[in-house]
């Protein structure tokens, strides 16, 4: 048995060093797919094969970077679309899961909402903006609210299909066995949904990042967003990419976040 236990431990170290090295042939080729794009966009700039002055290039993205970096302006608006994209995407899923779950718990007000969540779903989002600068201000809180009306409806769609899609044998057999309405909820319905609510954080990432943008686009005087069309004005593409790409960095680190939620939920 002894012996048994030696060769099945073996077997599985080398299953973990393969997945090991899969795992980093897959970052690798990552970094040099990434690296290769920066190279050739750089040479197809610096032998005018493409427009810098209308594609930008990685060296001037950079001295733009430099230039933010040395006026003392770059974290400013990196912390403020930061804040802003964090505050909805937290308030977002916040307010998401507890209507999902009022829905949930009350069918007859799921039955009566339930197009009128598909209609604000369909809506966009984007011509409420005058009205939520008349209501809430030309703001840091009119970009706000944009963010967490761009998610929290897809938000409610998610968690709450992922509610009704819950094993009606089961809920039955807690019905059978006297479980309250919230004892379902909290020992059958939320931990079968783990995966589903993960899968909306996912969602999330990205859309409250489109709803801050927005929001920026159309009040804010410090962000990502006002740097992107301010670039955009005075013809200066250089910094309309290098905010776009500190945009994608800030928006993979928070992914990455979630990434690392899902992990500790899942263990």
Not at 43 to 72: R, T, V
Not at 73 to 85: D, G, P, Q
Not at 95 to 114: D, F, K
Not at 146 to 170: E, Q
Request: proline letters at 2%; one cysteine or more; aromatic letters at 10%.
């Amino acid at each position: 048995m002894k012996k048994k236990s030696q060769e099945i431990s073996e077997e599985h170290f080398r299953y973990l060093k393969k997945q090991r090295g899969k795992t980093a042939f897959v970052v690798v080729m990552q970094v040099f797919l990434l690296v290769q794009f920066f190279l050739v966009w750089e040479l197809l700039a610096k032998y005018e094969i493409i427009d810098s002055f209308i594609f930008s290039a990685p060296s001037k993205m950079w001295s733009s970077f430099l230039a933010l970096a040395k006026d003392g302006v770059l974290w400013r608006h990196v912390s403020a679309t930061l804040i802003e994209t964090v505050v909805g995407f937290v308030s977002a899923t916040l307010i998401g899961l507890v209507v999902a779950v009022v829905l949930w718990s009350i069918e007859p007000l799921r039955l009566i909402l339930e197009p009128y969540i598909v209609v604000l779903n369909a809506l966009p989002k984007i011509a409420l903006g005058p009205i939520i600068i008349i209501w809430v201000g030309a703001g840091k809180g009119a970009i706000i609210v944009m963010a967490i009306l761009i998610s929290v409806i897809i938000t409610v769609i998610n968690i709450l299909n992922g509610f009704l899609s819950v094993d009606k044998d089961k809920i039955l057999l807690m019905k059978t066995l006297s479980a309250t309405r919230a004892q379902t909820l909290f020992k059958l319905v939320l931990p079968s949904n783990l995966s589903n609510i993960i899968a909306a954080l996912k969602v999330n990432v990205g859309m409250a990042w489109v709803g801050t943008i927005m929001g920026e686009y159309l009040v804010s005087r410090e962000g990502l967003g006002y740097l992107i069309v301010y670039g955009g004005q005075v013809f200066n593409l250089s910094l309309v990419m290098c905010s776009t790409v500190i945009l994608t960095v800030l928006a993979a680190l928070m992914y990455f976040c979630v990434l690392i939620v899902e992990k500790a939920v899942s263990r």
